[in-house]
Structure formats: structure tokens, C-alpha cells
T-cell receptor, first 112, second 111 residues
Framework: DSGVTQTPKHLITATGQRVTLRCSPR?????VYWYQQSLDQGLQFLIQ???????AKGNILERFSAQQFPDLHSELNLSSLELGDSALYFC???????????FGQGTRLTVV | GENVEQHPSTLSVQEGDSAVIKCTYS??????FPWYKQELGKRPQLIID?????GEKKDQRIAVTLNKTAKHFSLHITETQPEDSAVYFC??????????FGAGTTVTVRA
């Protein structure tokens, strides 16, 4: 157990819908990263937050948004879902930027 | 932005032999290079990392080397065992704090 908690573990939804994925970082970690991993693909960086502020952005679609709350948990919002959004979404956290990142177990999103 | 390339995409080795995975990065300001192992259906887990002020780091059967001039770094696994079979990802952290990953290498250790 890495100490990073993601909910839900699995999510099945229809095209056009909106979902929210939640991540609770390890206690004391200020930095949260979000990644998308499609089937047999690598880890695509989406976005990173540090202590509530957005610090880095990857190839995140405009339909996707995220935030980190004062208690440091983070949410990734995916809207107008398409079949191609089906993937495993990982959250990772680290104490500081540039230190070891610990991954959650991921949320498997299936869009039907 | 940072671009990390990883080779090979698949690697099959005989148990006991060595495995080498190579990565290159584009942003010369990148300063932190972790390696992650992801077993099937599980989360990626850090196995070793190296910072730009170090050229080599070793932890038991695993070693990582970094060549800042050439902007490449490599993972070496010696005396491979069946439990080493997994997907391995390299990553690089640039000055903008973006941690970018390579596409991954699927390592299969043949008994």
C-alpha cells in the first residue's frame, strides 16, 4: 500500500457523461500528479498540483479539469466523455516536487 | 516541453542474464530521473532514481547510469529472475516540475 488512495476503483459510464475521480495523497505530501494510461500504453502526464496550485500541465484535454483542495486531496473531472477516454487514471503524490512519487492503485474508467 | 524516449519497447532475456533499458530526454534542465516497475494490473512502483549531480547509482541487482552531456540514462538489471518480468518506465523531471514518462519496456524473463 503506497498510502495514496484513489476512488472509485472502477467506473463505467456512458458517452457524453461527466465523472469525477478522487485522489487522497499520502499524509504530508503536497504535490499531486494525474496520469492517464490507455490499454498497453505508457503513462501520459495530465496535470500536477502543489499545495493547492497548478504547477505543470501536460496534454490534458479541455474537457478535463482538475483541482487540489485545501486539505490536499485532488479531483479530476472528465466531461463529455468519449469512448477513447476509457483508460486507467493514476494519481501520484510526493512530498515535494522533484522527489519520489508514489502512485495510487488507479481508477479504471470504461466509457460505453 | 520534456520528451522522453525509451528503448526497447519489449525485451526478452534468459533467466540469469542482464537486461538494459535506455532512455533519452530532451530538456537539458531535467534534474531527476526515476525508474518505475509496473506489474500486470498493479500500480507503478519506484525501483531506483538518480539525480543530475550523480553519474551512477546501484541498489543490489539494479543500477542506473546518467550521461548528462548526451542526455540519456539507462537501467541495468543483473542476474534477472522471473519476478523481474514487468513493464519498466523511465521518467524525467524538468524545471517546470513536469514528470514525463517514457513509453515503457515490457521485460520478459524466460526460465
Amino acid at each position: 500500500d503506497s498510502g495514496v488512495t484513489q476512488t472509485p476503483k472502477h467506473l463505467i459510464t456512458a458517452t457524453g457523461q461527466r465523472v469525477t475521480l478522487r485522489c487522497s495523497p499520502r499524509s504530508g505530501d503536497l504535490s499531486v500528479y494525474w496520469y492517464q494510461q490507455s490499454l498497453d500504453q505508457g503513462l501520459q502526464f495530465l496535470i500536477q498540483y502543489y499545495n493547492g496550485e497548478e504547477r505543470a500541465k501536460g496534454n490534458i484535454l479541455e474537457r478535463f479539469s482538475a483541482q487540489q483542495f485545501p486539505d490536499l486531496h485532488s479531483e479530476l473531472n472528465l466531461s463529455s466523455l468519449e469512448l477513447g477516454d476509457s483508460a486507467l487514471y493514476f494519481c501520484a503524490s510526493s512530498v515535494e516536487m522533484g522527489t519520489e512519487a508514489f502512485f495510487g492503485q488507479g481508477t479504471r474508467l470504461t466509457v460505453v | 516541453g520534456e520528451n522522453v524516449e525509451q528503448h526497447p519497447s519489449t525485451l526478452s532475456v534468459q533467466e540469469g542474464d542482464s537486461a538494459v533499458i535506455k532512455c533519452t530526454y530532451s530538456d537539458s534542465a531535467s534534474n531527476y530521473f526515476p525508474w518505475y516497475k509496473q506489474e500486470l494490473g498493479k500500480r507503478p512502483q519506484l525501483i531506483i532514481d538518480i539525480r543530475s549531480n550523480v553519474g551512477e547509482k546501484k541498489d543490489q541487482r539494479i543500477a542506473v547510469t546518467l550521461n548528462k552531456t548526451a542526455k540519456h540514462f539507462s537501467l541495468h538489471i543483473t542476474e534477472t529472475q522471473p519476478e523481474d518480468s514487468a513493464v519498466y518506465f523511465c521518467a524525467a523531471l524538468n524545471n517546470d516540475y513536469k514528470l514525463s514518462f517514457g513509453a515503457g519496456t515490457t521485460v520478459t524473463v524466460r526460465a
